[in-house]
C-alpha cells in the first residue's frame, strides 16, 4: 500500500510539472532604445511550442495620449505578455498597432490587440497574403506545431487602415513615417521611423546575429530597399529579428552582404541551368557557416534566390 501510494504521489508531481511546463512563459522584457521607446526581443532559433513562437520583435512608442506598437509577436499568449508589460509601463491606452508585414510570427499576436479595440496598420499587399491560401493553409499547420499557444482560437486579423503610399501620420501626438521599401523581404514590407526619437523599425529587412530567412522574397528588391534605409537619420534600428543596433550602418551591411553573396553564388548557376546541389556544395559558406541558424536556413535560402533568379 505503502508503495502504490508513493507511486501515485510521484504520477502527481510528474502531472504538476508537466502542467507547470505548459504554462511556463518566455521572458518578455522590454528594452529601452530612447526616450519613449521599446522594443522585446525573440530568440535566435525556430518556432516551437518550447518558446511560443517568440522568435522575432516587436516594439511600442509611448506617445503623448497613447501608445503605438510595431508588430505583435507570434501567438496571442505572446501579445498578452506584451501588452501586460506596456501596462506596466504606462496608463494610456493602446490605440496602434503598425505591421511591418505580414508574416505569421509578427501577426500571430495582433487580436489580443484588436480585441483592446486598437486599431491595425499595414501596407495593402498584406491583404493579399491575408486572404490567400498561403495564409490559411499556414496557420492551419502553425496550429499544429505550435499548440497549445497557436490553436482554434487564433485568427487572422485584418487591418483597419491600409496604406498604399508613402505618408508620415500623427498618431497618438507623436510624427510616425511610413515607408513602402517592398516588394523585398515581402511584397508588403514597411519601414516605420520615428523622427522625434530618431529610432527606425525595420521590420525583416534587417536581421541582425542570426542568418536572415529569405523564403520566396525579392532578393534584389531587398538589396535596393536597405539602400533606403540607410537614408533615415536614425540612431537606432530595431530589427525584425535580433538585438537593436546603435551602429544602423554596418548592421545593415551585414543583411545586404549576405544577400548579395547569395545572388552572386547562385546566379551564373541559376542562368545556365546548372544542378543546385552541386553549385551549394561547391560554394564557400565559412563566412557565415558560424552564424546561428545557418543549418536550418541557408540551403533553403540559397536554392530560393536560384529560383527567383531563373524569374528575372
Known sequence: ????????????????????????????????????TFYVQGGAELGSTDNQNYISNAGFVIGKECVVVIDSLGSPVL??????????????????????????????????????????IAQELGREYLTSDTAAQRLIASRAELAPWVNDKTRLVSADIW???????????????????????TPDDLAIYVPSEKVLFAGDLVFKGRI???????????????????????KVIVPGHGAFSDQPQQDLIFTRDYLIFLRQ????AAIELEDFDQVYEKTDWSTYQ????????????AYNVYLSIQNE
Not at 530567412?213 to 538589396?223: E, F, L, M, N, P
Open 1 to 36: 500500500m505503502r508503495l502504490k501510494i508513493t507511486n501515485f504521489i510521484f504520477f502527481i508531481a510528474l502531472c504538476v510539472g508537466a502542467v507547470n511546463d505548459i504554462n511556463a512563459a518566455p521572458i518578455i522584457t522590454p528594452i529601452q532604445v530612447a526616450p519613449n
Open 163 to 185: 496604406i498604399n503610399k508613402d505618408q508620415t501620420v500623427s498618431l497618438c501626438g507623436l510624427s510616425f513615417e511610413l515607408r513602402q521599401v517592398g516588394p523585398a523581404h
Open 79 to 120: 501579445s498578452k505578455q506584451l501588452i501586460s508589460e506596456i501596462q506596466k509601463k504606462t496608463e494610456k491606452p493602446i490605440a496602434f498597432v503598425i505591421l511591418t508585414h505580414y508574416h505569421a510570427d509578427h501577426i500571430y499576436g495582433l487580436q489580443s490587440f484588436s480585441d483592446l479595440g486598437a486599431k491595425v
Open 265 to 268: 553564388a547562385m546566379k551564373q
Open 290 to 301: 558560424n552564424v546561428p541558424l545557418f543549418k536550418a536556413a541557408n540551403r533553403m535560402n
Open 212 to 234: 536572415p530567412y529569405v523564403g520566396t522574397a525579392d532578393s534584389q528588391g531587398w538589396i535596393n530597399s536597405l539602400k533606403k534605409l540607410s537614408s533615415f537619420d536614425s
